[in-house]
T-cell receptor, first 112, second 113 residues
Framework: DAKTTQPPSMDCAEGRAANLPCNHSTISGNEYVYWYRQIHSQGPQYIIHGLKNNETNEMASLIITEDRKSSTLILPHATLRDTAVYYC?????????????FGAGTQVVVTP | DVKVTQSSRYLVKRTGEKVFLECVQDMDHENMFWYRQDPGLGLRLIYFSYDVKMKEKGDIPEGYSVSREKKERFSLILESASTNQTSMYLCASETGGAGETQYFGPGTRLLVL
């Protein structure tokens, strides 16, 4: 599986958009980009995923560059409850299953 | 909403005890996974199961076994707990196939004394 690079931490003001970058320059054509987050001492929570096109759901938007070498997760209106570690993962799905490999992630702190 | 539940949030056991961690999912998912998460080591796959009674070893299966007698339930067994098995244990489930999503349970924080 391709590796990802994320900044170790970032701060965001409550109510503002949070833009979380992720580099995955060695991504293959059959690898999806997934985003999860983990609030302290809880299980990881799925946020969004995509292959080539930009995606949006009720939690966030995912912008993937045309060359697929990087992506950005956008939390449109950050709240204090969005404080968590955010993980960007690329995951091969060439078989019927694929394990998840979490890196160090980005610690996001939302401040009032 | 997908729901994955784990039998305990916190567990304290003694060295040598047999430990059972249970995971239940309510979405009829084929695939279920057990991971452990340790600071600085990220998430590591212990075992996964793709069907009832079917299992495959992950990256770190030593010291663990699993059981899947029913589709919704996947159990992780520590045959003889050791202190190096102190960790956060995470269960996940998914429908098999490209582009599918793994959903996690809340985790069990196990302390082996």
């Amino acid at each position: 599986d391709a590796k990802t690079t994320q900044p170790p931490s970032m701060d965001c003001a409550e109510g503002r958009a949070a833009n979380l970058p992720c580099n995955h320059s060695t991504i293959s054509g059959n690898e999806y980009v997934y985003w999860y987050r983990q609030i302290h001492s809880q299980g990881p929570q799925y946020i969004i995923h995509g292959l080539k096109n930009n995606e949006t759901n009720e939690m966030a938007s995912l912008i993937i560059t045309e060359d697929r070498k990087s992506s950005t997760l956008i939390l449109p209106h950050a709240t204090l409850r969005d404080t968590a570690v955010y993980y960007c993962i690329v995951r091969v799905m060439s078989t019927s299953w694929g394990k998840l490999q979490f890196g160090a992630g980005t610690q996001v702190v939302v401040t009032p | 909403d997908v729901k994955v539940t784990q039998s305990s949030r916190y567990l304290v056991k003694r060295t040598g005890e047999k430990v059972f961690l249970e995971c239940v999912q309510d979405m009829d998912h084929e695939n279920m996974f057990w991971y452990r998460q340790d600071p600085g080591l990220g998430l590591r796959l212990i075992y996964f199961s793709y069907d009832v009674k079917m299992k495959e070893k992950g990256d770190i299966p030593e010291g663990y076994s699993v059981s899947r007698e029913k589709k919704e339930r996947f159990s992780l067994i520590l045959e003889s707990a050791s202190t190096n098995q102190t960790s956060m244990y995470l269960c996940a489930s998914e429908t098999g196939g490209a582009g599918e999503t793994q959903y996690f349970g809340p985790g069990t924080r196990l302390l082996v004394l």
